[in-house]
Every structure is written in C-alpha cells, then in structure tokens.
C-alpha cells in the first residue's frame, strides 16, 4: 500500500521521558511526525498520544513493532478512516480591516465556527469537524489574510468498544 | 530504621544477588561508593567508564547474570555511552548506575552535568532518573527485571547526589507495581508451530539458522535436540556461534559478509530456512532481495519488532525461544534427505581437502595451535576486525558462552576489557583476549587493572603495524589507495609495554609461534602475546559491498 497519511494512537504510561522516547522512535527511522497530540486519558496514569505521519503500510508496521517495544508503551493501533471517528480544531488568527471583515463574518456564520476573542480589530476564530471541513475553512479564509493557525492535529477514536 | 538512599541500592543490588560492579568513582557518585565499602558486592575499579561497561558486558555474557557498571556524572557518564551501546546491538542484560548532580542542579550546565538519559534513549531498553529514595528499591527492581526479561537488553539508572544521601525510613519504601509487561506475552501458538513444523518436515533442502537469541533463552540443548531429531543442518549468524556445539556434525559455519562459504551457498540453495532466535542483521543478510531466493521462512523470536523487519518471514512466532522449541520438537520427524545431506557431505569433504584454515592465512593454523595448547574450559573473546574473523572461523566453538563477540556494534577495544568481566565472572575458566594491534590500544590503559587485580587472563594481539580490515577493503575495493591506516604499531614494543605494565609477555612471528604458545598456556598470571603478522595476511572469502551472500571473492593466491 502506497505513502499515506496514517493516524496511530498509542497508549502510554503517564511518565516523564515517555514522549521523548516515543519522538525518537520515529525520528530514528527518518519520518516526519506531521501532528502530535497528547492528554491524559480517563485514567490519569495513563496518557493517549495520536500522531499523523505520512507512510507506507510497511513503514508504519515497523514502527508500530518498535513502539510496542518501549516499556512505557501499553498498546499502539492505527485508526483507520472508516473504523474510527476523527476530527481535529484549530484556531485562526485574522486581523480585520475594512477590506475583510464583512467576510469574514460571514464565513464564520456559513461554516458554524465560533469567533473566540475579537480585540483590536484581530480575531481568534475556532473551527472544530472532520479533517475535510477544517481543510475548506482554512481555504476560504486563506484569501482574506490568516495571520497565524494553531491546530491540534487530528484526534481519533474507534467507532466501537474494543 | 533511617537509611540513606545509597544504602537501599546496596540492600536490593544484593536482593538481586549481584556481587560484582565496574566502575570508576567521582565526585557524584561518593554516596554510592560509601554504602558499597560496607557490603559484601566486590567493586572493581577499571581505568575508564567504557571498560566498566565492556567489562560488564563480558561478565553478563559470560555467566548469563545481568551485568552491572558504575560510573559518575558527566563525563564519566558519556564515557559508557559506547559500551552501552555495544550490549544494546548485542541483547546483554546491563544495569548502568549513573551518579547525576544534586536535584537543584538538573538542567543548569552544572559542573560534571549531562544529560545521560536523553544521550542515551535510543541505547538503552529503558532508563531513570530517581527523584526520591524511598523509590530507589522499586526502581531498581523493575530495572533488573526488564534488563533481562524478553529480549534483554541495557537499563539506566540516574542517581542524583542528594537523592543518594537523603534518608529514607524504610518503612516507607513503596513497592510500586511492575510495568513490566508480563514474559508470556508473545505466547505458543500450537498451531503456529504445527504448521512450521509441517513445513519443515515437508522440506527437501531445510536448514536451521541459528541467531544470538537462543544463548540468552539459555534454550541451546533444546536447540540440539531439534538438529538430532529432525536430522538437519544448521548454519549460525555471528552471534550464535557456539550455541550448539561447533563440532557437531551439522554444524556448517556461519553466514554473511565474512561467513564460511560453505554456509553461504546452502542458505542460497536451501528451500526452508527456519530462524531461530535471529534479526536479519545487514551483515548476514548482505543483499536482501538476493538472500534465500528458493527458500520459505520461518521465524521465531520473543521479539515482535525482530520479524520481518529485514526479510518477509513467511510463518512467524513471538515466543520465547525455550517454549517454541518444547512444543515444537515433539512435531518434528526425522527424515532421511539423502540427496541433500549426501550433497553437504561431499560439499563439506572438498573444502576440508582445500585447507578452510588457508583462508585465514597464517593466523588460521596460529589459533587452533592456541586453542590445542589452552585448557577445554576456556573462553574466547575476540575484539573486531581480522582478529575477529580469524578467530571466529578457526576456533572450535565448544560451549555456548565461551566465545563472546562483539557483532551487532562492531566495537574496537571490546575484547580486552571484556575479558576481565569474563574472567572475574567464569574464575574456573581460561580466558583468551584476541585483538588486533588497533583495537588494543583503544583499551590499554587496563592492562593496570589487570596487573592489580592479577586476572589471569591471555592477551593475544595480532600486530600487523596496521588497522588490517580496513587495509583490505582499501585493497580490494578502493583500488589499492591505502590511507589513514599505518598505526605505527609496528615500531612500538608491545612486548615491554606489556612488562611494564607488570604483565609477562613474550613475541612472536604467527609461522613459527610454538614456543610463545607454550609460554602463554603454561602462564599462572595475566600473560600478552604479541604475534607478528604480515599486513597482506586479510581474511577470505569476502562479500563485497553491494553484492549477495553468494557473490563471495575467494582468496588470492600467495
């Protein structure tokens, strides 16, 4: 199977240090971890961590092996498009002007999004869906001048107990 | 009763039955060295860090036991880093204990501060920073049991100064649970096996590859029962030489780029390989697409990340190797194979009649004379280069820990500090240190050790003036442009270095080295033999860069 991106979850040991290690697996192999993403679980020992890497399925085999490898790792699986629930936010930063702010406005009201914090005319605007829909907010914002987007990268879950 | 934190480490060390530790002291690591004088534990003071770690290295390897090196911050920590390093590649169980700057310190530049665990998280299985000496006894604890639990490997553990002395009533110490996760994950597939053992039984032309693995599953006569039972020959990697003996009768060598020829060409020609208890390292392997072409694999190992990283295995299981080879041998039938072994035979008969040893040159015929003159019980270490491959190629590997290798790092200066570790772990064995005049040198400074602490150990150093691997690989593959390889060595004296490091010693041309031989087995103390060796004397056959197992250049004549 072809380069992809691929969403893997992996479950950790709450601990300092883990992170780290779970960074230098990747970096190790020469990929490019595209987002990361972690928090405790419901479980406050336990920590989830879902990166975004661009790979093909045999890449992604051998880093899931040398995950499940590391002592604080419990559990690594990779959540697949139609099996698993994803979505990700982000903030964007805009400062209005005469020029876009109508737009603006108005886009925020088409899309659903919220506008956060508006002071001195710059806006904090936050847009939360599937990875498609945060896609085609960012480019029709983009032509009205994005200053800065933070984005959680996205977060997954499987659809069902498991 | 109020301890300090030191005391505790002491106390579970010798919970966990250790009595040896390597080490060099400093400034951070007092406290440590202060409980230690008041134990039983023997601390044996080497002349640098990396000689703690390659002398426990030798020790772990040696005895099976886990080994243990003591160093302090700084650059006494950063010194260990290539030894860590080399028992990482190689699977050594090694608890590292590291003495850190005091807490209020970390992360200031401090004097003698590094940041040993972030220097060495892609070395080591696991590592900590203790930050409260009530936690010391767990901690520990857990470190011993992931070192040498699945596929062993080197645990760090960073001791700051403060936390050492603190006092801890204890009482207090908490028995935190083991995250360890538990040795049977990775369990017998039955079924798995009967489908391996289906193939196997199934084969016309199989053969057993035999990986570093199965000495640390201490599974090596189970490992000979299969190759009895099932009638079938196996082949080695580097690393598990030794793990059946090399005189049984189906025994053909070892594999890759300096393997035995004879190895190479059945592996190419076999049609079920199974491997057991090996990873496919790059130096067995060579070109992987070219590796077994005609042949199905099978793979078991207790590590998951080991299959099918390198070569597709076509039926694989995690398990360990012990278990695997209980449930498997009862399915195992002894067939006869008569085209197939009769072919080895004759296979093997020619290159007997050829002289293998001429492939090796001199030093060949020089290290059997050794072996013959050297007790049955004795360990071989060698240090890496054309002192290894000699050795490995020539030497009768008899028992499963008597020769101890550095494969997986490849590390110069290994073989003479490992040694001493073999050596204060296997008291009742001989020891014999190959080494090639630049792999020496990198560890000299322990011959002081040697001479202090009288380890009667036989040092044997090839000096060819040169570093002699490399002077092949100029030779053969680079046109002859030799640069950057004349050590020197050859105007050096060896031989009243060795005396005056309180050593005897004694010098020889590696044709005519009877008597130097003579004198170094019948030696009581730690002995050197310096063995004069042409620089033209290179090791054959050899793979070269870029080509397959099979593709082997054969020696040159003269």
């Known amino acids: 199977m072809g380069v992809r991106e691929r969403i893997l979850a992996i479950l950790v040991n709450n601990k300092p240090g883990v992170l780290a290690r779970v960074a230098g697996v990747f970096g190790r192999l020469g990929y490019n971890i595209e987002s990361l993403c972690v928090a405790e679980t419901i479980s406050p020992e336990i920590s989830r961590i879902t990166s975004i890497t661009n790979a093909d399925s045999d890449f992604i085999e051998k880093v899931m092996k040398q995950l499940g490898r590391l002592v604080d790792v419990i559990e690594v699986a990779e959540l697949v498009p139609g099996e698993s629930a994803q979505r990700e936010m982000i903030l964007i930063g805009i400062k209005l002007n005469q020029k876009n702010r109508q737009e603006v406005v108005q886009a925020v009201g088409m899309f659903d999004c919220t506008i956060v914090s508006l002071r001195n005319n710059y806006c904090v605007i936050q847009v939360a869906g599937s990875r498609g829909e945060v896609e085609t907010v960012i480019n029709y914002m983009r032509p009205f001048g994005i200053d800065k987007i933070a984005r959680t990268g996205v977060l997954a879950l499987h659809h069902e107990e498991n | 009763m109020d301890t300090t934190g030191a005391d505790i480490l002491i106390k579970t060390l010798k919970d966990e039955e250790v009595d040896t530790i390597f080490g060099y002291p400093g400034a951070n690591s007092l406290p440590i060295h202060d409980s230690m004088l008041k134990s039983q534990i023997r601390h044996y003071l080497v002349r640098h860090e990396q000689a703690a770690a390659h002398a426990a290295d030798g020790y772990a390897r040696a005895t099976g036991k886990v080994g243990v090196c003591l160093a302090t911050s700084g650059p006494g920590a950063t010194n260990l880093v290539t030894g860590i390093a080399t028992a990482y590649m190689d ?274 015929p020089f290290i059997r004379d050794v072996q013959a003159a050297m007790p049955e019980a004795t ?124 050593l005897d010693a004694d010098r020889v041309p590696v044709g005519d080295a009877g008597a130097g031989i003579e004198k170094m087995a019948a030696s009581t103390g730690p002995f050197l033999l310096e063995v004069i060796v042409d620089p033209d004397n290179y090791v054959y056959p050899i793979i070269p860069p870029g080509k397959s197992n099979i593709d082997m250049i054969s020696g040159r004549q003269g």
């Not at chain 2, 009288?454 to 002077?471: A, D, E, Y």
Request: charged share 20%; proline share 4%; glycine share 10%.
């Open chain 2, 91 to 364: 699977s050594t169980p090694l608890i590292v204990l590291t003495g850190q700057v005091t807490t209020n310190l970390l992360g200031s530049d401090a004097f003698q501060e590094t940041d040993i665990i972030g220097i060495t998280m892609p070395i080591t299985k696991h590592s900590y920073l203790v930050s409260d000496p009530c936690d010391i006894g767990s901690t520990l604890k857990e470190a011993f049991e992931i070192a040498r639990s699945g596929r062993p490997g080197p645990v760090l553990v960073d001791l700051p100064r403060d936390i050492m002395a603190a006092k801890c009533n204890l009482s207090d110490t908490k028995d935190v649970p083991s995250r360890v996760k538990p040795r049977s994950a990775g369990t017998r597939d039955d079924a798995q096996l009967q489908k391996i053992a289906a193939y196997l039984n199934r084969a016309e032309r199989p053969v057993l590859l035999i990986g570093g693995g199965v000495k640390l599953a201490k599974a090596c006569d189970d490992l000979a029962g299969l190759v009895e039972k099932g009638n079938i020959p196996f082949v080695s990697t580097m690393m598990g030489i030794g793990s059946v003996s090399a005189s049984n009768g189906y025994n053909l060598g070892f594999i890759g780029t300096h393997g035995n020829e004879l190895a190479n060409r059945i592996v190419h020609d076999s049609d079920f390989i199974l491997t057991i208890g090996a990873r496919f390292s790059d130096r067995s392997t060579s070109i992987v697409s070219e590796f077994a072409p005609l042949a199905t694999i099978a793979q078991i190992d207790i590590d998951a990340s080991s299959i099918g990283k390198v070569i597709k295995a076509d039926l694989s299981l995690v398990c360990d190797i012990r278990e695997a080879l209980e449930g498997l041998i009862p399915l195992v039938e002894k067939k006869e194979r008569k085209e197939w072994m009769e072919r080895i035979k004759r296979e093997r008969a020619a290159r007997n009649q050829n002289g293998a040893m001429d492939e090796c040159g001199a030093a060949g």
């Open chain 2, 379 to 502: 360990t071989m270490v060698t240090d890496v280069g054309l002192n290894q491959i000699w050795a490995l190629r020539s030497w009768q590997a008899k028992a499963p820990r008597s020769v101890i290798t550095p494969g997986g790092l490849g590390t110069m200066g290994f073989s003479l500090p490992a040694a001493m570790g073999v050596q204060v772990g296997a008291p009742d064995r001989a020891v014999v240190a190959f080494s090639g005049d630049g792999g020496f040198f990198m560890n000299i400074q322990e011959l002081v050790t040697v001479t202090c602490y009288q380890i009667p150990i036989k040092i044997v150093v090839f000096n060819n003036g040169h570093l002699g691997m490399i002077r092949q690989i100029q030779d053969l593959f680079y046109g002859s442009r030799f640069c950057d390889i004349e050590l020197g060595t050859s105007k050096v004296d060896l031989v009243a270095i060795a005396k005056g490091f309180g």
